[in-house]
């Protein structure tokens, strides 16, 4: 059902066209696409983005940046909610000044943007924070998203009450599956260990595969940035179970996209932040986590001294786990939609 017929959800602050779709004027800038006005700027970026898309196809790599990522499932959300979005749509925007807009991407959108209009930001690469104290001070960025608590509270000091929370939607596929006792794998490893890794590859990865081997748990492995999206969707529909290494998440699509599948997922979550530019700046009370969005329906968390215990528990418990569930009530499609519109619309209102 289209957004403006749901008596529930409505944002009369918002503008309609004649079939009440409320306009959302969406921005990306980064890798895979250019904010560029015009029809020459628009002809310039599609085509580098079809180009981009082919090449890292060719070459078996990940075509999509997680930001990028996260701004298409916004836009299929808007427009599955029956929004009228349009992307890097300078005319429309300069036509309403006043009119709220939404950015993402990498920082280069805040500069490639120059616009009037209130801004809400995200998801997006803020910066170091002697970036992010800038970007924030401008008056037009109203709010700046963040896609968990966690990653809220990095960021406070630096951003203030701009700061808002907001998970993108997971649409993967979410209908009939093999049963998990069907499945001929038991483990999908998703190696996303991104610092040491001459340390922490023997410490976690070596350590969990060989726990593995002597449990007599088959497993196959994949490393972020080495697969394409058909392999990680193939993968998921031979295993059983995820196993996640990753340090640290804001969001976590890929297992969340397992979850949505249906598959349970056991993480490897120290609570440890690593990332040693990030560091520098954190506050030592500050706990991130490596599955932001998780209950005890998803599966279950260990850290790496107490994985020989927490596996066979988590392998006595296999059926019992309903992570599409979880995903249905917090990550749907449905409720991005309606938060982000709520935030959106809010500066309709104020500006």
């Not at 300069?94 to 807009?101: D, E, T």
């Not at 700046?281 to 599955?291: D, G």
Request: charged share 25%.
């Amino acid at each position: 059902m289209a957004l403006a017929e749901r008596e529930t959800m409505p944002f009369p602050a918002l503008e309609t066209d004649v079939s009440g779709a409320p306009l959302v004027l969406l921005f990306y800038h980064g890798y895979e696409r250019y904010a560029l006005p015009g029809v020459g700027g628009s002809l310039y970026s599609n085509g580098r983005r079809i180009a981009r898309y082919a090449w890292r196809s060719l070459r078996r790599r990940q075509v999509h940046t997680g930001f990028y990522t996260a701004f298409l499932s916004l836009v299929r959300s808007l427009r599955a909610a029956g929004c009228n979005v349009r992307i890097n749509d300078f005319a429309a925007a300069r036509a309403r000044p006043h009119y709220p807009i939404g950015l993402a991407g990498y920082p280069g959108v805040i500069e490639a943007v120059d616009l009037p209009n209130p801004v809400v930001f995200g998801h997006g690469d803020l910066g170091l924070p002697d970036r992010t104290v800038q970007i924030a001070g401008q008056e037009r960025m109203r709010i700046l998203i963040q896609p968990c608590q966690w990653a809220v509270d990095y960021n406070r000091p630096y951003c203030g009450d701009k700061l808002r929370v907001w998970p993108a939607g997971v649409d993967r596929y979410t209908g009939p599956q093999m049963a998990l006792a069907d499945k001929p794998v038991d483990f999908l490893i998703y190696d996303k260990i991104r610092w040491h890794r001459d340390q922490r590859v023997p410490e976690v990865l070596d350590r969990v595969t060989e726990r593995l081997d002597k449990a007599g748990r088959s497993h196959r492995v994949l490393r972020y940035g080495g697969h394409i999206r058909s392999d990680y969707d193939s993968a998921l529909k031979e295993c059983r179970a995820l196993l996640f290494l990753c340090e640290h998440e804001t969001q976590g699509l890929a297992y969340q996209e397992a979850m949505a599948a249906n598959v349970p997922v056991l993480a490897w979550d120290e609570g440890e932040l690593v990332d040693p530019i990030l560091r520098r700046f954190a506050s030592p009370k500050l706990t991130v986590s490596s599955v932001p969005y998780f209950d005890e329906r998803c599966g279950m968390t260990f850290r790496i001294d107490d994985f020989e215990d927490v596996l066979p528990l988590f392998w006595s418990r296999l059926g019992s786990f309903e992570p599409r569930a979880y995903m249905n009530e917090r990550l749907s499609m449905e409720r991005a939609a309606t938060d982000y519109l709520a935030l959106y619309s809010s500066l309709a209102v104020t500006c």
